[in-house]
């Protein structure tokens, strides 16, 4: 069982940058893959980045890369997710996710409860 909650979000303007954290509970944090997905109204909820379990793999769609960073800390059952360069379509809510497969990007066991990430022009 692995509890996560994401901190961090917050209104930016647009160039600006943002850190978003997870926290995980439980003993296995580090056997899963980690993942940020984000949702806007009316859109799907949609992958945003993802790491490996040992945090030398990462996964990054196309809309982010080169503008996000995402990482982890197993010591500290943490994943964070640096946003830099941030835009309007950046607007969403913004989850934490854990997986038991290779990868959060295509499946998913573990939510958070999201956090609000607004990017005004």
């Known amino acids: 069982q692995v509890q996560l909650v994401e901190s961090g979000g917050r209104l930016v303007q647009a160039g600006g940058s943002l850190r978003l954290s997870c926290t995980a509970s439980g003993r296995t944090f580090s056997g899963y893959a980690m993942g940020w997905f984000r949702q806007s109204p009316g859109k799907e909820r949609e992958f945003v980045a993802g790491?490996?379990?040992?945090?030398?793999?990462?996964d990054y769609a196309d809309s982010v890369k080169g503008r996000f960073t995402i990482s982890r800390d197993n010591l500290k059952n943490t994943v964070s997710l640096q946003m830099n360069s941030l835009k309007p379509e950046d607007t969403a809510i913004y989850y934490c996710a854990a997986s038991p497969s290779t990868t959060a990007r295509n499946y998913v066991k573990y939510w958070g409860q999201g956090t609000q990430v607004t990017v005004s022009s």
């Open positions: 790491v490996s379990w040992s945090g030398t793999l990462t």
